[in-house]
């Protein structure tokens, strides 16, 4: 019994992170840049998700407008920053750490570093088979295999997800065949961005809100990215459910102050053994 | 494309006068003693506040100038440099105060110790071309680190810091325990930082690590050991990031994980991005403008931050050669005679 509360409780964490990863690993599989503000949108996803809460709308508004909000952030850094910086990888994450600054900062001034909460729309547990689930916990996990899937489908179906994957394997080729690179490249960041919003909602439900949430999950998130093998995102969905799978077990039955430490762990593994990740997407050249 | 006729297609190579080449080459000499003016204008200036401002910007370019040697040099983007910066304050602190060893024993100690980490983190990632590999790889390393120095309660005392009560003994006739013997050995720092940046750009090191810079599949058909070479700037940088970090406890008194953060390193880009990457004056230049810009302002310590956020993105979409590296090309063209 406490073995399956450990690994439903790993699932849900391991969603969370794999909600993350997916939007880095789109926009650094499809567009080259290594997104370092990720984090800033999942803490900005979970302000608005905390601001639309208190003044009395309820979750679900929550969610959808935390999606909008951060869909829209990305456009906007998008255009300004992120489309002149397109070919250059190095160029691309400096950007994104310069926008870390200005955005943690402003949110820090603005919001004050004092963490937050807000209701979940499910409090309480029930009992279920002798086990006690936490009822917030199980609609993140719900939520977020929705989320997963619903993304999954829309790469794999939609005509603009199949435009969004050719480019990724080659992006003049797609240009050839009349796909409009500028159009699908907004369409990456805004998707991206959007389940960055997605997670920071789901995130606040659950734990605290504060200014400088993101380092924790953007780790994971990078972690997940090397470990699913780069641009691949059924790798980093997989290696996120593994991911937080391995944490809950290892703080359970190992050391739970060390928690942080076992994603790190099986990073310097996978690099070393594994090194095009699970499903290795983009197999990394050795010279 | 209009094309004139009466303009030759290849310009023919302008007569360059000796005098303009003789200035061009005097212009890294310039360089060179406006540094050591700079170096001795805190302490005749005798201003306490002159004195402590010019040790914090003596350590920020010496990290920066370490800094330099993986990112501009070798191109590879290090992510961890502030987490190795606090693994020498920790260490050496640790060294000195738990295990009683003296200050100059404990700082090549700690140097060590780092460099051995450094290859630990480094060989698995480095092992990749392109490096996004070592970017994700030290950022976790990095946050791990700060995690680590914030939960080790009875190692490093928490999130609330450590106090450090030492002075580093005399040296060679020079007294640490003033302030503006303090500022001497921040000085010192960066001067040792600058001469092993120097030594290696002039080397034949420093010349494969530009070659893997600009195209690491073409430095391996020339027989450069590719993984060694960039294994090696990131532990040579490593290994400075600590030993400035030794230097940083006695100087602070005061040690806390913020010493690790991410934001310490993502500050040192934008100095290096903002003061020409890969340029010997580069990261002071940097450090100048970051520091001094700011410090003018007199605005507060978030907003500052704010500001370096901006000026980063700024840089990195219209001046991507940075200041050092604009003058560098203006003096090029110059001593050609074509500016």
Redesign the interface.
């Known amino acids: 019994m406490d073995l399956i509360q450990t690994l439903l409780d790993g699932l849900m964490v391991g969603g969370l992170y794999a909600t993350v990863a997916i939007g880095v690993t789109l926009v650094f599989g499809i567009l080259g840049i290594l997104n370092f503000a990720h984090g800033q949108m999942v803490m900005l996803g979970a302000y608005t998700a905390f601001f639309v809460v208190s003044s009395g709308l309820g979750f679900w508004p929550a969610l959808i407008v935390g999606m909008v909000a951060m869909g829209a952030l990305g456009l906007v850094l998008e255009r300004l920053v992120f489309r002149h910086v397109l070919t250059d990888h190095m160029a691309g994450l400096t950007a994104s750490l310069g926008l870390i600054m200005v955005i943690e900062h402003l949110a820090a001034a603005a919001f004050t570093p004092d963490p937050r909460n807000f209701d979940p729309p499910l409090p309480g547990s029930f009992q279920l088979a002798g086990l006690t689930l936490s009822s917030q916990r199980m609609l993140v996990l719900g939520l977020v295999v929705l989320l997963v899937v619903a993304c999954y489908l829309f790469l794999q179906k939609t005509r603009i997800g199949k435009a969004i994957r050719a480019m990724g394997q080659n992006r003049t080729g797609a240009a050839l065949v009349g796909i409009r690179i500028s159009q699908v490249t907004a369409v990456v960041f805004v998707l991206g961005s959007a389940m960055a919003g997605a997670a920071g909602v789901l995130y606040g439900s659950l734990f605290a809100i504060t200014p400088y949430m993101a380092a924790a999950p953007l780790m994971k998130g990078f972690i997940l990215t090397v470990l699913g093998g780069l641009g691949s995102v059924p790798g980093a969905v997989v290696a996120g459910f593994l991911l937080g799978l391995a944490e809950s077990l290892g703080s359970r039955y190992l050391s739970a102050s060390f928690r942080d430490g076992y994603g790190f762990i099986l990073l310097i593994v996978a690099l070393l053994y594994f090194p095009r990740g699970l499903f290795g997407g983009r197999a990394g050249l050795r010279v | 494309m209009s094309t004139s006729l009466d303009m030759p297609t290849v310009p023919s190579l302008p007569r360059v006068s000796s005098m303009r080449q003789k200035v061009a080459a005097a212009v890294p000499w310039l360089g060179w003693i406006s540094l050591a003016v700079l170096l001795v204008l805190p302490v005749l200036g005798g201003s306490r506040y002159l004195v402590y401002l010019g040790t914090l910007i003596a350590l920020q370019a010496a990290l920066a100038t370490s800094l330099n040697i993986v990112m501009g040099y070798a ?1 590879q ?1 290090a992510m961890s440099h502030a987490a190795f910066y606090g693994f020498g304050a920790y260490a050496s602190a640790l060294l000195v105060s738990a295990a009683g060893l003296s200050f100059w024993a404990a700082v090549p100690l700690a140097m060590l110790m780092a460099g051995v980490l450094a290859a630990l ?1 480094g060989y ?2 480095l ?7 070592l ?3 030290t ?3 990095g ?2 680190a700060r ?2 120095a914030a ?1 080790w309660h009875t190692l490093t005392g928490g999130p609330m810091g450590m106090r450090v009560m030492y002075a580093p003994a005399p040296l060679l006739g020079m007294d640490f325990s003033s302030s503006k013997g303090l500022y001497w050995l921040a000085a010192g720092m960066l001067l040792a930082c600058l001469l092993v940046s120097v030594a290696i750009q002039r080397s034949r090191f420093g010349r494969g690590l530009v070659a893997v810079r600009e195209d ?2 073409l ?2 058909f020339l027989g450069i050991n ?2 060694g070479y960039k294994l090696a700037a990131y532990v040579i940088s490593s290994m400075l990031a600590a030993m400035v970090g030794c230097a940083y406890a006695p100087i602070m008194n005061f040690i806390s994980p913020e010493l690790l ?3 310490e390193t ?2 040192l ?2 100095v290096l ?1 903002l003061g020409g990457i890969g340029t010997v004056a580069g990261p002071i230049i940097g450090t100048l403008v970051f520091f001094g810009i700011p410090e003018m302002l007199r605005v507060a310590r ?2 500052r ?2 500001i ?6 700024l840089v ?2 219209f001046m ?1 050669k940075g200041v050092a590296g604009v003058l560098r090309d203006r003096v090029e063209r110059w001593k050609r005679g074509v500016a």
């Open positions: 191109g983007f983190i698995p990632a092992r990749y071309t392109g490096g996004v590999h970017a994700l790889i950022f976790a390393f946050e791990l995690l680590v939960n690491e599949t430095a391996s590719v993984v953060s991410a934001h993502i500050s880009i934008g991005i978030l907003y931050l704010v370096v956020g901006v000026i980063i993105v990195v979409l991507p």
